[in-house]
């Protein structure tokens, strides 16, 4: 890192690098997810996802560089050279990649999809812990411009936990569908409920009808006899 930059620069550029680094994990992440999931609106989400993720790749190396300093796509350790800190990342994202094939070919596709949304989530939530710091260092420093920039990250980080987190129950819900059977599964709510069917209501409508009619022509009949006995 250059010589030039002093110790707030310093810190916010070791910081964005951080980032920088989990966005180019999780590009790899996402590209090997895509390519195992059949389900296509999530297909889609996760999609849209990566090019939101690789914009955040690019914002952040953009504003390093503005910082004065040089993106990196490896973890940012001290003491660790640059080069060695770029291959343990794509050695990491490699291995992750071969876990998720090997899960697919032995897992159907409901379980495939159910893991492999699980990890989606766990490292959305990294990303958000990632640019709440971060932005928090900036507002501290007086840096708005890294302070936007990472706000505005954290706030599509932050939606796309939200989607895994409901497709999460909805992918559980699929397998239940698929690998428990029926008489194993809760009641649902709709079926815990007794019915009452078209004819029951009529003919508790016409009950009800034929009580009031009761009513009404023994009240008249009373007003009768009592105008009878006067």
Avoid: C
């Avoid at 009240?219 to 105008?227: A, C, G, I, K, L």
């Amino acid at each position: 890192m250059p010589d030039r930059l002093n110790e707030r620069d310093t810190k916010l550029v070791q910081w964005l690098n951080e980032a920088h680094a989990k966005e180019a994990e999780l590009e790899a992440d996402l590209t090997a997810h895509i390519a195992l999931t059949q389900k296509q609106s999530y297909k889609n989400r996760l999609r849209r996802h990566l090019t939101e993720t690789r914009d955040h790749k690019r914002r952040a190396a953009s504003r390093i560089k503005q910082l004065g300093g040089a993106a990196s796509t490896g973890p940012s350790l001290p003491g660790v050279p640059t080069a060695v800190g770029e291959a343990a990342g794509k050695a990491v994202a490699a291995v992750k990649g071969q876990v998720g094939t090997a899960r697919a070919a032995v897992t159907n596709q409901a379980e495939t999809h159910l893991r492999n949304a699980q990890e989606e989530l766990r490292e959305e939530h990294v990303e958000i812990a990632l640019y709440t710091r971060l932005e928090t260092l900036a507002e501290e420093v007086g840096d708005r411009e890294t302070a936007q920039l990472t706000r505005g990250i954290r706030r599509e980080e932050e939606r796309m936990a939200r989607f895994l987190e409901a497709e999460l129950k909805r992918l559980v819900k699929e397998l239940v569908k698929t690998e428990i059977p029926r008489e194993q599964r809760a009641p649902t709510r709709h079926s815990a409920r007794p019915r009452t069917t078209t004819k029951a209501r009529a003919r508790s409508r016409g009950g009800t009808r034929t009580a009031r009619a009761s009513s009404s022509s023994n009240s008249t009949r009373n007003r009768s006899r009592s105008r009878a006995a006067s």
